[in-house]
């Protein structure tokens, strides 16, 4: 079992970001924290987490209106 992140666009469109792959779920989601702020400054709004083919969830990168 293969774990990676599927990146979008404001309009839902696939980006290009890094062809990073894990081992675990907890490594992907672990190295998602320490990047999302460096994704989303380079267009990225959203990630997929994709376990194979299998989208586990979505979530977005934008910032939370306070």
């Given at each position: 079992?293969?774990?990676?992140?599927?990146?979008?666009?404001?309009?839902?469109?696939?980006?290009?970001g890094?062809?990073?792959?894990?081992?675990?779920?907890?490594?992907?989601?672990?190295?998602?924290?320490?990047?999302?702020?460096?994704?989303?400054?380079?267009?990225?709004?959203?990630?997929?987490?994709?376990?194979?083919?299998?989208?586990?969830?979505?979530?977005s990168?934008?910032?939370?209106?306070?």
């Open positions: 079992m293969a774990w990676s992140w599927r990146y979008e666009g404001a309009n839902g469109e696939s980006v290009d890094p062809a990073e792959s894990f081992g675990s779920q907890a490594d992907a989601e672990s190295w998602i924290g320490q990047a999302w702020r460096e994704l989303a400054a380079s267009g990225v709004t959203s990630v997929a987490l994709v376990e194979d083919d299998r989208v586990e969830y979505r979530m990168l934008l910032p939370t209106a306070e």
